[in-house]
């Protein structure tokens, strides 16, 4: 049994170059498949969800210190998904149904969960 914390995977090359080709993050879609599997447990993939949001923007904060602006705000945007992600779970949402469904979140679903959250949570649109 491994310890909890960080994990590496290692993949091969053919994947991870197939998976850029397509601007498929690899992190995203395996972070994704397991707590799709972990499911039946909402509240530990909603905390999981929060606890990768917290790491993206510890990641963003040292690209800033690091003069690393575009990783920093590729990070930024990782922080928003996740937090986007969770929401919609929490709520419930249709756009969480959906992405639960097809076992993954698609870019467009996640614009559709963050306007359809705004309008839940009163919030005006930016």
Not at 48 to 68: H, I
Request: charged share 35%; proline share 2%.
């Amino acid at each position: 049994m491994s310890e909890v914390g960080d994990y590496t995977v290692t993949l091969p090359r053919r994947i991870i170059e197939e998976a850029r080709r397509r601007n498929i993050d690899i992190e995203e879609l395996i972070l994704d498949a397991v707590l799709m599997i972990l499911s039946d447990d909402p509240e530990a993939v909603i905390e999981a969800r929060l606890e990768a949001a917290e790491r993206y923007l510890n990641e963003a904060r040292d690209y800033v210190n690091n003069s690393g602006a575009v990783q920093a705000s590729e990070k930024m945007y990782k922080v928003v998904e996740e937090c986007i992600k969770a929401l919609a779970q929490a709520y419930n949402i249709e756009e969480y149904v959906k992405a639960s469904e097809e076992g993954r979140w698609w870019v467009s679903l996640i614009g559709k969960a963050a306007r359809r959250l705004a309008g839940i949570l009163n919030e005006p649109r930016g």
